[in-house]
T-cell receptor, first 112, second 112 residues
């Protein structure tokens, strides 16, 4: 079945360093979404990418959708303690109308 | 806007007992999703509704799980009988369609 994989599972960085998480799908995606979950919290929508090769920026966050629409990445420049959390990518379930398949997430741990 | 409301926030029960989780989606959203999150399996889609109709319940683990959406403003997820392996955080999310999903705060279920 459809799989969405993320690497790395955990990432430790010093505050101020950059961070990147990668997402790969076993199938071509019509779109990809990114969510952030703070410790003890719930997933919060960050962004949706739709077009092949699309790049979107939100302040220090840069999101990219691959040309083949099977992979994506999230890059954070100069991490801050407020960036701590788990970052998930999610793609539409194959054949499903609105359901999403989530990756296992990348846990970002920042050392001050 | 109150966002997605879930109750209870925490539930501790004994094996074999019936558990009912409740969700009130954001008004106007026509899609409602139930997810389960565990360390081992990550965030899994259990079932989703569109316009109160169950569309895909392939993620429901077994017959002990059932979900209903009697109207546009209320949904329940029931586990009967509950087992220790059902311990997890259960999230309800709603959305206007194939775009972002808004998650509730979750219900942390512990089955002893």
């Amino acid at each position: 079945g459809q799989q969405v994989m993320q690497i790395p599972q955990y990432q430790h960085v010093q505050e101020g360093e950059d961070f990147t998480t990668y997402c790969n799908s076993s199938t071509t995606l019509s779109n990809i979404q990114w969510y952030k979950q703070r410790p003890g919290g719930h997933p919060v929508f960050l962004i949706q990418l739709v077009k092949s090769g699309e790049v979107k920026k939100q302040k220090r966050l840069t999101f990219q959708f691959g040309e083949a629409k099977k992979n994506s990445s999230l890059h954070i420049t100069a991490t801050q303690t407020t960036d701590v959390g788990t970052y998930f990518c999610a793609g539409p379930i194959a054949g499903g109308a609105d359901g999403l398949t989530f990756g296992k997430g990348t846990h970002l741990i920042i050392q001050p | 806007d109150a966002g997605v409301i879930q109750s209870p926030r925490h539930e501790v029960t004994e094996m074999g007992q019936e558990v009912t989780l409740r969700c009130k989606p954001i008004s106007g959203h026509n899609s409602l999703f139930w997810y389960r999150q565990t360390m081992m399996r990550g965030l899994e889609l259990l079932i989703y509704f569109n316009n109160n109709v169950p569309i895909d319940d392939s993620g429901m683990p077994e017959d002990r799980f059932s979900a209903k959406m009697p109207n546009a403003s209320f949904s329940t997820l029931k586990i009967q009988p509950s087992e220790p392996r059902d311990s997890a955080v259960y999230f309800c999310a709603s959305g206007p369609g194939r775009n972002e999903q808004f998650f509730g705060p979750g219900t942390r279920l512990t089955v002893l």
